[in-house]
């Protein structure tokens, strides 16, 4: 994987990323692996969605189509291509249909009776979902994005996809959801800890991330969960939390307008010390989301789910729709980076994940580089970082998927009559590598890294150079 190269001219004494020119070296013929063959193409979500409401639905028409695709030597392809006309025209139908009928309902003031009514604006036709009107007549682009979403939380169905819209604006009516974000709810600097949301997947969506380990601190959880009240405005709290971070998307054609959620389950409470609070708190919260925030969450990945959570989630979403469900993706503790990475570049998950991400990272930014390598079970690969010019300030940083394996670099002088520098030892390594090297004179920067397993492994490398001054030199200048 690689994202555009950077170059920016090193006279200026600003960072270089030289990506692009790093020199694979493998002791091993085979020791690099292209690793985007390994698996087959599968179908995307919206088609496994299809599929499953294909099977449901299926009228006599239908079965015949099938029966063509499958019988007459159609393909795959070929049944994933019917499959995808078919949902298109029917969400176009849908979508005309639910346009239509909410308009007219609007316009003849019939949408709500008197008391649904209570609290929301006079007029029908100002009416309007996280900032986008929802009369159709007025022609803004996200009309139809928001009522896509409730169409398609009701498999297209319009009848109940108009009463579940209709159902959340008066519940947001009724909670004063639209001024949610003037209460002052919880411990704000303690809560941002657990719930956050900062960078973003391989489409761009946000990711929000969940630490439920963090209620082990036994102050944070009665303060959380202590009483009914503190119970009730947690649950507001993470409504309001949602507002606000439903204005980092963008509801536009080609924008991005759903999140992926990770919930870290590590250490979180179990069903012997608290779950007890925690677990209804949780069920309503998955209960409001799939009701009032349709199609809101793109994926959510648990991981370091302990044994127990794996029964309780049964329990939890056996109401949730089964698009809801399919959109849970569990990873165990050894399979976490392995999991992120399928939806995440490297550079955006936390290093603690296995990924480059740090926090306050100045050093490394989203425009740097991040190539991609394998190495095959048991195989040593050498990478060359090539150093054109001396006076440089080189850093670099390594990362292995599932790591086991033995990391060593040196530098190595393009001047024959000068000393090589062994910088770190042959060692095993279990995280994220980030290393620096002032250089004075051309040469090179080798890392040599042994896969000591029996399965092959990714990784992922990124550096930059950048002009700077010897630290004597400085300081020189300073007495000066």
């Known amino acids: 994987m690689m994202t555009d190269n950077l170059q920016t001219s090193s006279l200026s004494g600003e960072p270089t990323d030289l990506a692009e020119n790093v020199v694979v070296v493998p002791t091993d013929d085979e020791s690099l692996v292209d690793f985007t063959d390994d698996e087959e193409t599968s179908p995307s979500e919206e088609e496994i969605d299809f599929e499953d409401e294909l099977e449901g639905e299926t009228n006599e028409s239908d079965k015949n189509l099938t029966k063509i695709s499958s019988t007459k030597g159609g393909t795959e392809r070929r049944r994933r ?67 896509l979403k409730f169409l398609k939380a009701q498999a297209y169905k319009v009848n109940e996809a108009l009463e579940s819209l209709r159902q959340t604006l008066i519940w947001r009516a009724k909670e004063g959801i639209d001024h949610i974000m003037e209460e002052n709810l919880g411990d704000e600097d303690e809560l941002d800890k657990v719930i956050f949301v900062e960078s973003s997947d391989r489409e761009g969506h946000p990711l929000c991330f969940n630490l439920y380990g963090a209620f082990t601190n036994k102050a944070l959880y009665k303060k959380t969960f202590g009483t009914e009240k503190n119970r009730r405005e947690f649950l507001r709290w993470r409504i309001q939390f949602m507002e606000k971070s439903i204005k980092k998307l963008s509801f536009k054609i080609g924008g991005v307008d759903s999140f992926l959620v990770i919930s870290d389950m590590k250490n979180a409470p ?17 209960s409001i989301f799939q009701q009032y925030y349709p199609e809101l969450i793109y994926k959510h990945i648990v991981i370091n789910a302990p044994f127990w959570y794996y029964m309780y989630h049964g329990l939890i979403t056996q109401y ?9 993706v569990f990873s165990r503790p050894h399979k976490v980076t392995e999991t992120l990475l399928k939806y995440i570049p490297p550079e955006n998950i936390p290093l603690h994940y296995g990924g480059l991400r740090r926090e306050n990272d100045d050093e490394f930014t989203s425009e740097n580089a991040v190539l991609e390598f394998g190495i095959r079970a048991g195989a040593v690969s050498t990478f060359q970082l090539p150093v054109p010019e001396g006076k440089v300030t080189i850093t670099w940083e390594v990362m292995v998927v599932g790591w086991d394996i033995t990391y060593k670099d040196e530098f190595i002088p393009d001047d024959e009559g000068s000393y090589k520098i062994l910088l770190h030892k042959e060692k095993k390594i279990e995280e994220s590598v980030r290393n620096s090297f002032y250089i004075n004179e051309p040469g090179k920067i080798l890392i040599s890294i042994k896969n000591t397993t029996y399965i092959k492994k990714k990784v992922f490398i990124r550096y930059k150079s950048k002009i700077t001054l010897p630290v004597y030199m400085t300081t020189c200048e300073q007495n000066q």
């Open 270 to 286: 179990g069903l012997a010390n608290g779950i007890g609070e925690l677990g209804p708190i949780s069920k309503d919260a998955v």
């Open 81 to 147: 291509k019917i499959f995808r006309r078919w949902r298109k025209g029917k969400s176009r139908k849908a979508l005309f249909e639910l346009k239509s009928r909410l308009e007219d309902a609007i316009d003849c003031d019939c949408l709500f009776d008197e008391e649904e009514q209570q609290g929301m604006v006079q007029n029908l036709r100002d009416i309007s979902l996280w900032g986008v009107p929802l009369l159709p007549s007025k022609g803004h682009e996200g009309t139809d994005i928001i009522l």
């Open 320 to 328: 949730c729709t089964h698009g809801t469900r399919k959109k849970f």
